[in-house]
């Protein structure tokens, strides 16, 4: 929790093939709504590739300035699979073959327990697993990081079993007006004196436009409902004031 | 360009929008793919909240390191659009209104050229614009930085206008072989192999399952096309002697 009170995360994405542009990325939205929903606010992403000493920087520099990191990807049996190496390396935790995964791979394979497989049984030492209830084995949390998959629909279904570690803050409340017909032009400086009248709200300024015509979503962000809601309010009329015709509330 | 001939870019993402989770980014994925069909790896990729001493860090780190960097978002008119300043403030360039901008603005809105409007003709002294073929105001480049906007089909039409300024290496070519009801575990060794015997390629496994079975995709990355010629065909023979049935060449 950082001198305003706000718990805070950050996001690692691991993987070649999203720096090559060949996948992309869903993972670090699928986080941002996760921690959001427990009170904890997504501070920072970063994407490296499979590269040890990129992984372990990267990871060392997030892990020590917020709450809590979250990797995903480079935990499968291939050989440029070398997330949990680095995040031993980065903890200075020897690797081991965890039991409970050995059990599992054994009651999956049997005799076919290649090399390569165990692989995939290797925690550092003072992880504790995460549960996997799509496929494959667990992910691992060690000190406050937590070790993901990258696909996907693992990902998500891991997300479950990190819930309850999770020391949130007050879950941000966000509400939407839209306006239609008003390009940001018209909007900014209502938008900014609201703003400047609320300095503990985030206000943003999502514009659309397309065939179905132009416009913007206007989104206050904040921990206090009654204050996100008198700061929707004064928008409200300060846009009106500006000139601003169309304006309802939406859900976004 | 590094020692190994590698020239490199990074791309810094900025906005609450997608560290809140409201929006999912697509931007990094399309520089990606852009920047590679020019022979430039895209190496790191960051995300950070509208926030100036996040922006200037970020980008500071990502300037001096890559051969280029590229932002998106936070180039509009409302007050939560800080780029121009935070990359003036990397720098340490004054902003000034470009006339040509300013000339835009003036045709489209005449007298309605608000303040918050007149904020977008903000540039660096010695950025040159980056045309916009889509909508509103252009990007600019200063040094080994483009600027561009975060709505997506405005950040790609901007794409347009940078091509002609890179100057990358050889393009990478990459040829996926697709694994069909064999697992990692089965996969891994293999593939091990043929990636050690042939160091200066890129292998990779992106398993795949799901009702219609499972699987692998396994590519094969390199600049020299015969190298990955021979490495395709090395890794056929592996797979084939290691019991893999069904295989086939995908365009992916």
Redesign the interface.
């Known amino acids: 929790m950082d001198n305003t009170g706000r718990v805070t995360a950050a996001v690692l994405?691991i993987g070649?093939?999203?720096?090559?542009?060949?996948?992309?990325?869903?993972n670090?939205?699928?986080?941002?709504?996760f921690v959001?929903a427990h009170g904890v606010?997504?501070?920072?992403?970063?994407?490296?590739?499979?590269d040890e000493t990129?992984i372990v920087a990267a990871l060392n520099a997030l892990r020590t300035r917020y709450d809590y990191a979250f990797t995903t990807g480079g935990i499968?049996?291939?050989?440029?699979d070398i997330t949990a190496d680095c995040v031993a390396k980065a903890f200075g935790a020897p690797l081991y073959e965890h039991p409970e995964i050995m059990a599992m791979l054994t009651a999956r394979?049997g005799a076919?327990?290649?090399?390569?497989?165990r692989?995939m049984a290797r925690v550092p030492e003072g992880a504790t697993l995460i549960k996997n209830p799509v496929?494959g084995p667990p992910g691992f949390q060690i000190g406050n990081v937590f070790v993901l998959a990258g696909?996907p629909a693992i990902m998500r279904g891991m997300l479950e079993d990190i819930g309850w570690r999770l020391k949130g803050g007050a879950v941000?409340v966000?509400r939407t007006l839209r306006v239609e017909g008003s390009g940001?032009?018209?909007?900014?400086?209502p938008?900014?004196a609201v703003?400047k009248a609320y300095p503990k709200l985030?206000?943003?300024?999502?514009?659309f436009?397309g065939p179905e015509g132009y416009g913007s979503n206007l989104?206050v962000?904040g921990r206090d409902p009654e204050e996100v809601a008198a700061a929707v309010q004064a928008l409200n009329t300060a846009l009106t004031d500006a000139g601003v015709a169309k304006l309802y509330e939406v859900d976004?």
């Open positions: 994405i070649d093939e999203i720096l090559s542009g060949r996948t992309q990325d869903t670090l939205n699928a986080i941002a709504r959001g606010d997504l501070a920072e992403g970063r994407v490296v590739g499979d990129e499968g049996p291939t050989h440029d394979w076919e327990v290649t090399p390569a497989r692989r496929q696909v941000v966000a940001e032009g018209v909007i900014a400086a938008l900014e703003a985030s206000l943003g300024s999502y514009p436009f989104v962000r976004a």
